[in-house]
């Protein structure tokens, strides 16, 4: 491949909060052209759970972006001071008060490389068992349940309230439970 890739150069911020915008310029052989993207604070956990009775652990979260509540599942960013698998057993137990300890790392990926570098880890959760309530952190709205992996298809197929992270999750779970 002898193609010439462009060059980012010049960086700056113009927002800072939760996630940063960043704009640069990018140049080609024969163009410059201003790109943004977004620079998410930390890397993050996707974890598809398993009940020991084998039932699929769901999250039915209200996400204010899109003021809607989706289905989803545990997870969140990962801590500075923690690994993925530290940040899973973490999420897990705050969001939905279970405790598993036999999580797995199914892959790591970019989920949204057009618009950040952010990176998802995907963890498999098996033989999950409730422990507490949940601890929710304040501006999480989340409601969990237990839903048989033909009711989880069901309701995926017949909504369009979804998470995507979600779908990417069950895929690569899918994909390990049946090897």
Do not use: C
């Amino acid at each position: 491949m002898n193609k010439k890739f462009p060059t980012l150069s010049a960086p700056k911020t113009v927002f800072e909060g939760f996630f940063n915008v960043i704009q640069s310029s990018l140049s080609t052989e024969n163009k410059k052209l201003t790109y943004d993207f977004v620079e998410i604070k930390g890397d993050a956990i996707s974890v598809i759970t398993l009940t020991k009775e084998g039932k699929f652990l769901v999250n039915r979260e209200w996400r204010p972006a899109t003021e809607e509540t989706l289905l989803s599942t545990t997870g969140g960013l990962i801590h500075a001071y923690e690994s993925p698998l530290e940040a899973a057993h973490r999420e897990l137990l705050e969001e939905t008060g279970y405790k598993s300890d036999n999580i797995t790392t199914l892959s790591t990926v970019y989920p949204f490389p057009g618009i950040t570098g952010q990176k998802i880890t995907y963890l498999l959760a098996k033989d999950a068992t409730k422990v507490q309530e949940p601890t929710l952190e304040e501006g999480e709205w989340i409601e969990t349940e237990l839903l048989t992996k033909q009711e989880l298809l069901k309701e995926i197929q017949t909504s369009k309230l979804v998470d995507g992270v979600f779908l990417a999750g069950l895929f690569l779970a899918f994909q390990s439970l049946s090897n």
